[in-house]
């Protein structure tokens, strides 16, 4: 075998032969490190001594751009912000730049729908564990495919089991940070199952949460129960689902909601199991550990759930960022 050196005008060729399928979901990048937007795969890079590589030593956010308006950004900011603060990592950008950059990479896709994935690292500076050995944290953001569930995929509702995988301490579960071990091999536990999303369970086995999704179980009485938020990460979605419940127009939809401890037994008998997550808003859970939850079927709080965010998401100015002039 031949390990040959590249230099800078081969690897100008080896852009141009770079493709793969799943490129094919990829829209746009902006890296600070660059100072501006690419729409190359072979330019969608990090480099390998930013710490976020080798050391998940960064913070993420996901959200959504749908028909031309982002979706949520502040509460998504916000989590940021947080995120950052728990990792002691300075934003490289202001509120107003991040939102700039996100409308200018969205607009450079030339697409009204789209994932949003953004990445704030320690940035490059070596190799060792040391944070302080890297001069500037980076931010990065790329626009990919926003994939949907159909109607009729919402109709039929999804599997779900428990995961055999030690959840993260409370501290770290609570950040959204770039080490997702335990959150990946939730994942591949699922796929490999043959279910849709495998649910952590804490030391005391109380639900916690889906790799990147929460549970909410309403009971046989109509309470809308959530686990505690000490534990897991606080979704942006089931936080806004909670207060579509809390307004007037959804009085009796449930008889109340609490933030208390799930046991599985509980989980097992309630009357809906309900996923939450920012790429599809809220799905039904309707097998549980091969069990049928509930009458099988997506239940009424769904319904109500599932018509509220799609109006909430395409029509409530207030959660909106819109990236085009209309
Ligand atoms: C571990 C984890 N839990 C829950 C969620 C759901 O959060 P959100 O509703 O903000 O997408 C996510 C996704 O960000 C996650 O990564």
Request: charged share 20%; proline share 5%; with cysteine.
């Amino acid at each position: 075998m031949t390990v040959r050196h590249i230099g800078l005008e081969e690897c100008r060729q080896l852009a141009d032969g770079f493709s793969k399928p799943y490129h094919a979901n990829y829209f746009a990048m902006y890296s600070s490190l660059f100072g501006g937007v690419v729409t190359h795969p072979f330019l969608m890079m990090v480099p390998v001594d930013d710490h976020m590589v080798h050391r998940g030593d960064g913070v993420f956010e996901t959200f959504k751009c749908v028909d031309g308006c982002v979706y949520a950004l502040d509460r998504h900011l916000d989590r940021l912000e947080r995120s950052s603060r728990a990792l002691h990592l300075a934003l490289p950008a202001s509120r107003s730049e991040i939102t700039e950059i996100t409308i200018a990479t969205i607009r450079t896709s030339a697409v009204r729908d789209c994932l949003i994935r953004l990445f704030v690292s320690r940035g490059p500076g070596g190799f060792t564990v040391n944070p302080y050995e890297c001069p500037a944290t980076q931010l990065y953001l790329v626009t990919t495919t926003l994939h949907v569930p159909t109607e009729e995929e919402y109709a039929r509702g999804v599997s779900i089991k428990c995961s055999s995988v030690p959840p993260k301490k409370p501290y770290f579960a609570n950040v959204k940070s770039c080490n997702y071990l335990q959150n990946t091999l939730m994942k591949k536990e699922a796929v490999d199952a043959g279910v849709d999303y495998t649910i952590s369970l804490d030391e005391q086995g109380f639900v916690g949460e889906g790799a990147s999704e929460n549970i909410a179980i309403v009971t046989q009485d109509g309470v809308l129960k959530l686990p505690s938020f000490g534990r897991i990460l606080k979704g942006t979605t089931v936080s806004r689902a909670v207060e579509m419940l809390e307004e007037p127009g959804a009085r009796g939809r449930v008889q109340a909601i609490s933030l208390e401890d799930i046991t599985l037994t509980d989980a097992y008998n309630s009357r809906e199991v309900l996923i939450f997550g920012t790429s599809f808003d809220v799905i039904a859970a309707v097998r549980f550990d091969g069990q049928s939850v509930g009458s099988g079927k997506p239940g009424p709080v769904f319904q109500f759930l599932h018509e509220r965010f799609e109006s909430d998401v395409r029509q409530n100015s207030a959660m909106q960022t819109p990236v085009y002039d209309r």
